[in-house]
């Protein structure tokens, strides 16, 4: 299992960002798909997740309304769409899976600053 995350970097407040995750080594549209983020001193936090076939989505309340979660399974690539960024989204930005055991990204670094 691979997770490579993408198109995290510096935005001002209420700026967009879109992160993408490239995932190989299994079979991508039978597995659900989550983002999670950790900010310094603070602990790793679910922020999206969506079914195999993305028929069901779910978010962190802090980020309902402005993120939305989607994938292309026929590209093995899992999206997190961020709409009015705001500071305290600061964090790195997690891909994760569950295939036999949990499996994370890299991360990718997002950081909201004027």
């Known amino acids: 299992v691979q997770l490579v995350e993408s198109g995290g970097g510096l935005v001002q407040p209420g700026g967009s960002l879109r992160l993408s995750c490239a995932a190989s080594?299994?079979?991508?549209?039978?597995?659900?798909m989550s983002w999670y983020r950790q900010a310094p001193g603070k602990e790793r936090e679910l922020v999206a997740s969506i079914s195999s076939t993305g028929a069901n989505t779910n978010y962190a309340d802090s980020v309902k309304g402005r993120f939305t979660v989607s994938r292309g399974n026929a590209k093995n690539t899992v999206y997190l769409q961020m709409n009015s960024l705001k500071p305290e989204d600061t964090a790195v930005y997690y891909c994760t899976t569950y295939v036999g055991r949990r499996h994370w990204g890299q991360g990718t670094q997002v950081t909201v600053s004027s």
């Open positions: 080594g299994f079979t991508f549209s039978t597995y659900r």
